[in-house]
């Protein structure tokens, strides 16, 4: 079955670029749209924002400014970046196989997930 | 944005007792394939979410059968027949019919 893998630095400075890849194994990255969820310590989950195989991809507005989305099909990977971050952005990042083109998210596959914290 | 209310945000029972956790859409979640994309998620501590629910009212492979999922209008629910100890944890609703994609509060679930 499918299974996500990421990595990423995960000790920033307020400022810098936080920036997340995740591997897909056991599937292929076509036909899916692919998710970024976050979780601050101790608080509920955030939706970031989706990419499907195209490139096509889909922000939370209150993200959107800040962040990129991308995927590499060669290698069946997809990667965040985050700019200017602060420590509101200390977390755990998730990827996650968000939906099918055309139907609604279903959020299905999750990764371990991968803890960042920004720090001065 | 479409706003999910859970309640109650904590939750104590019984072992072997029922529990019931409502959500609630601040609009109607029926997407245009005619689905309603409401998802719940089961979060132990220091491990990633995992769905239990999709679509309202469907179990995940390996989901017990004491979780079920049901709607009335824009109110969801989710129900445990019988709680176990290993139901402990933090459980979310999702919807995935509008963007931004947007998740209720959280329902801490702890043993009495």
């Not at chain 2, 079920?68 to 290993?86: H, M, N, P």
């Not at chain 2, 999702?94 to 931004?100: E, F, R, S, V």
Request: aromatic residues 12%; positive net charge; hydrophobic residues 30%.
């Amino acid at each position: 079955q499918v299974q996500l893998q990421q990595w990423g630095a995960g000790l920033l400075k307020p400022s810098e670029t936080l920036s997340l890849t995740c591997a897909v194994y056991g599937g292929s990255l076509n036909n899916y749209y692919w998710s970024w969820i976050r979780q601050p310590p101790g608080k509920g989950l955030e939706w970031i924002g989706e990419v499907y195989h195209s490139g096509n991809t889909n922000y939370n507005p209150s993200l959107k400014s800040r962040v990129t989305i991308s995927v590499d099909t060669s290698k069946n990977q997809f990667s965040l970046r985050l700019n200017s971050v602060t420590a509101a952005d200390t977390g755990v990042y998730y990827c996650v196989r968000g939906r099918l083109m055309w139907y609604g998210a279903e959020m299905d596959v999750w990764d371990n997930g991968t803890t960042v914290t920004v720090s001065a | 944005d479409v706003w999910m209310t859970q309640s109650p945000l904590s939750l104590p029972v019984t072992l072997g007792q029922p529990a019931s956790i409502s959500c609630r859409s601040s609009r109607s979640l029926i997407y245009s394939d005619g689905n309603t994309y409401l998802n719940w998620f089961h979060q132990r501590p220091g491990q990633s979410p995992r769905r239990l629910i999709y679509k309202v009212s469907n179990r995940d492979s390996g989901v017990p059968d004491r979780f079920s999922g049901s709607v009335s209008g824009t109110d969801f629910t989710l129900k445990i027949s019988r709680v176990e100890a290993e139901d402990v944890g933090v459980y979310y609703c999702m919807q995935g019919t509008h963007w931004p994609i947007t998740f209720g509060q959280g329902t801490r679930l702890e043993i009495k």
